[in-house]
């Protein structure tokens, strides 16, 4: 019987988690999060010297390992799987977090802008998910099942007013995708979910925070951007056993934003 006690529910504590793009943003928040509360936790980033300085940082709090790779291309991928193995047999949580952006008004969105984000944001998920399945599934069981978490955007749900189109396209294939693994591997102990945040301070959104923050605050029901802990919150969440049961869900974590018109 599952002990229904809050901090065996919530607990990470010895789960072995690989997040990509983990060196800053988003992926950082994920991954220290996970750190701070006993899991072990491979980070990946295309900067190898900003990689090994966020291992070094947070290796003093708790286990983390940096493996760079640039997960664009197979040779990248294939380094990091490669290089995972010869750490560990199975892995309990991939969090496939690595993603770019691109602007540029629809008419005049160039065709590299737009390979760039497919390559970046989409075919890294399917393919190393597909890589790692078998380190998922030497982890997974029904009732503690590995988990795969997706992290989206919420403009993969509503139409951004920023002219950023094809990313948004790239993310809501994140969020299908998702679906799709979800139903495909849970009969296997694997669950995927997806989280589909709002505004963070990242360097992704940091040109944009820096002009209009204020703005983006004022449009959003909670009047705030996202902080650390509403990131590493959900995504601990969908990794414990408390989240055991989600399957094929996409989790929007934006205050409410999503549900606006505006920005």
Known sequence: MTNLQVENLFSVKGK????????????????????????????SSRNAEVCQAVEKELSQIGDCVAIPADLSDSEGRAKLVATLKSHEEKLDVLINNAGANW????????????????AINVKPIFYLTQDLMSMLESAATLETPARVINVGSIDGIRVSTIDNSAYGMTKAAVHHLTKILAVKFAGKGITCNAIAPGPFPSKMTKSMLDNVQPMIEKANPMRRIGQPGDMGGIAVFLASQAGSFCNGTVIPVDGGMHLMAAM
């Open 103 to 118: 602007s540029a008004p629809f008419k005049e969105y160039p065709e590299h802008g737009y390979d760039k984000l497919m």
């Open 16 to 43: 072995t988690v690989l997040v990509t793009g983990g060196s800053r943003g988003i992926g950082l928040m994920i991954a220290s999060t996970f750190v701070k509360n006993g899991a072990k936790v491979y980070i």
